[in-house]
């Protein structure tokens, strides 16, 4: 088991719509309705009867753009932790790299941003030809490459796993439940 990632082997040029142009101004699009406008509607439909789908959040991001902290996601109502996400990167030449850090010692930040130098680089991942369940719940950043980076992040609803060991073992055959293995 992966304790950060978990690509799912289904190229992003299947999943995204083949007529897409579709790029929201928006940083949230709620409910499926987005979806389909973004993705192929055989798979939004198969990924939300396997789970269920509330929304997607939209990351723009300007070449070598760099933040120099990491940050866990929350739930905006109740601070409680996100555990996963869907991503998946819209084709481009240098699509950046995504991070995952430790924590130094027993330095525990309640704060969303974490400076780099109070955390451990524990594991990368290039997302560009496969999609990507990413684990939100730990400090995580990305690197822009070269050019001008659209993700797509599909949010699920909330309190299905415990923790991210069930997350990887409910996405461990997800290739077949999609139609694809
Ligand atoms: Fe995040």
């Not at 659209?150 to 909330?158: G, K, L, P, Q, T």
Request: glycine letters at 2%; one cysteine or more.
């Amino acid at each position: 088991m992966n304790n950060y990632f978990k690509e799912i082997k289904i190229p992003v040029t299947k999943i995204l719509d083949p007529e897409f142009k579709y790029y929201s101004k928006k940083d949230w699009l709620s409910g499926l309705d987005f979806c389909y406008k973004i993705f192929q509607k055989d798979f939004v439909d198969k990924l939300h009867a396997y789970d269920n789908i509330i929304g997607v959040r939209v990351f723009r991001r300007k070449a070598n753009m760099q933040i120099n902290t990491a940050h866990f996601d929350v739930n905006l109502d109740d601070s409680s932790k996100i555990l996963y996400a869907l991503n998946i990167v819209v084709p481009c030449e240098d699509p950046g790299i995504m991070e995952w850090y430790s924590y130094n010692d027993n330095f525990i930040s309640k704060e969303a941003n974490i400076p780099l130098d109070q955390l451990n680089l524990e594991e990368t991942l290039v997302l560009s030809t496969y999609p990507a369940i990413v684990r939100t719940d730990i400090p995580h950043r990305v690197i822009c490459g070269s050019n001008d980076r659209i993700c797509y992040s599909i949010r699920f609803a909330r309190n299905k796993f415990k923790n991210w060991n069930e997350v990887y073992e409910f996405y461990q055959n997800i290739e077949s439940q999609l139609g694809v293995s």
